[in-house]
């Protein structure tokens, strides 16, 4: 049932030659909002429970510009399976949206690299705040 | 007809924390390969024809660890509309697909910043090298 | 006279392989930090006065960890000469210094590309604001 | 007395709105000239002897624009101290001189965090393949 409002700051890094943001560059700002969620939930320790992005799409809708105010990544969880679960984004930028895009991560053991079921204690935060897409 | 195996360096600087290239540098990595397939067709000229990437969807198979041997992303064409055109991706590292990827693209003029139709010059080159996908 | 205090957000793609952020990573931090205290002079007119980066001074003091906290970039104009002027910055995090670094940028005119004295409106900005070092 | 020719490849990312390398990405070819100069002297082991930058400066000669074939960095140990040692570079594009650099590396403990001295089977190398500055 929750929506993350993440504020992303935005480099003069991220311009690519047409002096918009690179594409590739988006996918950043979708990690850290997806970080920044994660810490928000408390989640932050990689050394136990490994995820890795297994499948990402994403629809870029308006090219982004330079400046001084941060974006806004509306983020949440959409689904969650046994090993994997889904996270869904929107990208703001000064009150238009830029891209969307939908993440699947995949639970891994460190020790052996081997896809796992998603932790209990994880799976009860995600569960928790899972909300289904409109 | 054409599956261009384009060689893409890997640098110490794609790898992330858990010593494994960053999920956003394959991105890079996919922009790279359709850059250098879009110069062997001799349609380098970005003053003319403008194409953003509209949709990009990615898969990520296995982690790449750095190494002194390039990439091989093997990059066609695998679809060509009205405005748009898709190009599609393999990720090849050390043997195994480490990635692939479906990307959207769409011709706009570079003045209004409208979409348009694919210029027939730049249609006749996408068609001729048009692959289907396996 | 003025030292800007320019806020500077970290992102988790900024970490190596150590989990520090990249050496690498840090100039890009002092460039935000140089564009964003340009925009509050109102020099941010890339069109008219071009400036590139000739020589760059880095002093990396402490390895910098991921944290939502934005870092403080000090920075100051240090020096103006007659085609070249020089900034000063010093890489705040979480109170303890960072890093500090000098930045000589040069004029070039944007049509020649050849550099040019550094234009009278512009000069006049940069000599209202500079700060000798400490 | 050992000059290394470290090919790096450009890649299209690297570019920034005036369609030049952008300078922050000289920095990271520096690394991966450094990092592929010590796998060739088979010294990639990051387990044991750590080593940080600790300084480093960097001439802009000319822009670096995008093209297929890579960069040759140029780069040689200069001088090796008690913890610390440095590494001189030069990055050649095309025939020509695009930037310089002088990067100090400390060596440190991965446990304790301290700088120490250059371990002596490092150091034997670093010795062996030093060369002096013209």
């Known amino acids: 049932m929750t929506v993350f409002d ?3 700051a935005k480099r003069f890094k991220d311009l690519d030659p047409y002096d918009h943001v690179s594409n590739a560059v988006v996918v950043d ?8 969620a994660f810490r ?33 990544v509306k983020t949440w969880i959409s689904h969650v399976g046994r090993s994997s679960f889904s996270m869904e984004s929107e ?8 891209a969307d895009a939908k993440t699947v ?3 891994f053991d460190v020790q052996s690299r081997e896809s796992r079921e998603i932790p209990g204690e ?6 928790a705040n899972l909300h289904a897409s409109s």
């Open 6 to 8: 993440i504020e992303v």
């Open 105 to 107: 991560m995949v639970c």
């Open 40 to 72: 928000l939930l408390n989640l932050e320790d990689r050394g136990i429970i490994g995820q890795v992005v297994a499948r990402q799409e994403i629809n870029y809708r308006r090219p982004i510009l330079f400046g001084l105010e941060p974006l806004v």
């Open 122 to 127: 994880f799976r009860r935060v995600l569960e």
């Open 29 to 36: 700002y979708l990690m850290e909002a997806r970080v920044r």
């Open 91 to 98: 990208v703001w930028d000064e009150g238009h949206l830029a």
